[in-house]
């Protein structure tokens, strides 16, 4: 069976997409099968893995809504990992999956079918706490929470896990938070060390050792369709990712 | 009657709040009568504003689903323009407003109480296109589009546009695209001046000429709760966000 593991944060541009697609390519440079699931209408994660989100006829919103097979929507990458797309149809199912009897589990009954394909399933979720990224919750082991080193990331995090132990509570049982990931850190600034400090106060051995910095690789990697390793596995970025990757498969 | 700017733009961390205060904060120094509204749950405008969240019993969750009467909720900051504040109540609107008859016009009804007490309304909206930047554009005079010069920010302005053209076309025909503005610049990645030429082409003096650079003074000033004009107003972000505001007033 897959580990299933949410990348969220409400707080917008904090490295959630950028997190899902270097941890997915490094993990499967380290001989795993990895499913990358986009959960986010702006595709980034689609287009980031090199895929064109033109030409799509089904994605996310068809797995969630239509109840779609998700190994007919799954697309391959060249990097070695599939990619569950999504296009701008997902904007529709907020509102949408409310209509759906349970619809907090219709990503779960979904993931059911495909899982023991996969040793990782990792889903990029959108910036907020909506109907969709409470799926994502429900059909996860557990999950990464990139924080950005700034102040109105450090502050959104209360908020963050208020409503992730209410679905630990009344929907998921099992979740657990597989680590916080300290993203964008600027070593020459009080403030990247200041945030850095409160956080590590707060979630002790939960944070993640590997920090990533802030390098412009990695924006630049996007631009190019490609995760770090394969843009410039040499930059501080692909280090940081694939340290990162050491620690989680060290957690299995 | 005032003259209503929403802030949007669904991708995430691109600036919106950092610009919603800073603009409202130089154009009360231009001795403008302005009221900034927050209009995410996460508050970020809030407490960059030097209100504590904490102990707010009314929000614009309330002047949006329980009809209170904005005057009662509005709350005068430090720095001479007045805040509509937000909690995480605001949560819940998503939802709840759609049960509200004509929703759409909830936040523009509202406005019309107490836009005569002002020169400038500036609202910031959330990192979605869901129903409360919805219920923003509808209200609104003019959108300000931050866009952070990074490639998957260029991506997402397309489904902005789109979103904005059926809100132009089905809910409020006189809406316009007050500025796109560019943010987090940095004059020494190519990353910064391929995305700043490419929105310059496609938006032409759509642009806002004042280009906001990338500026630690920026995100240390809400740790204080402070606009970047009390906090260091000699910096290159300050500077940037004061010629932003005469732009924006040479336009009225
Ligand atoms: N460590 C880093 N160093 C420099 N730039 C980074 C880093 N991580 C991400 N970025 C860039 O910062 C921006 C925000 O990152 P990203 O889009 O991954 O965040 P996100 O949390 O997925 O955003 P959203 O909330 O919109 O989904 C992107 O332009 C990305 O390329
Ligand atoms: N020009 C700048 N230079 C450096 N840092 C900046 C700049 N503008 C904003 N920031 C910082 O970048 C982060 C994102 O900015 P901000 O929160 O204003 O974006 P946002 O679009 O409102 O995010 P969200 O989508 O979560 O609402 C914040 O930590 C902020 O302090
Ligand atoms: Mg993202
Ligand atoms: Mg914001």
Not at 53 to 63: M, W
Not at 72 to 77: A, G, H, K
Not at 169 to 195: A, C, F, Q, R, W
Not at 226 to 231: A, E, Q
Request: with cysteine; net charge neutral; charged share 20%.
């Amino acid at each position: 069976m897959a580990k299933i593991i949410s990348v969220a944060n409400q707080k917008g541009g904090v490295g959630k997409t950028t997190s899902s697609i270097n941890i997915s390519s490094y993990l499967a440079r380290a001989k795993k099968s990895v499913l990358l699931i986009d959960l986010d209408m702006q595709g980034n994660a689609t287009t980031g893995s090199g895929i064109n989100r033109g030409n799509l006829e089904s994605c996310a919103y068809d797995v969630l809504i239509n109840s779609s097979e998700p190994s007919e929507v799954i697309l391959q990458t060249q990097f070695h990992f599939d990619v569950l797309p999504s296009t701008m149809n997902l904007a529709g199912a907020e509102v949408e999956l409310l209509q759906v009897s349970s619809w907090e589990y219709s990503l779960k009954k979904q993931l059911e079918k495909i899982s023991s394909h996969y040793d990782y399933i990792l889903i990029d979720c959108p910036p907020s706490l909506g109907v969709i990224t409470i799926n994502a919750l429900v059909a996860s082991n557990s999950v990464i929470i990139p924080l950005q080193c700034e102040y109105y990331a450090l502050e959104g995090i209360t908020s963050f896990i208020q409503t992730f132990k209410k679905i630990q509570y009344n929907l998921n049982p099992s979740i657990e938070i597989e680590g916080v990931l300290l993203t964008m850190y600027n070593k020459t600034t009080t403030l990247s060390k200041d945030v850095a400090s409160e956080i590590i106060k707060h979630f002790g051995n939960k944070v993640f050792k590997s920090i990533i910095p802030r390098n412009v690789r990695l924006s630049e990697s996007p631009s190019y369709g490609k995760p770090i390793g394969y843009y410039d596995p040499s930059s501080k970025g692909a280090k940081a990712y694939l340290n990162l990757v050491k620690e989680i498969i060290s957690n299995e």
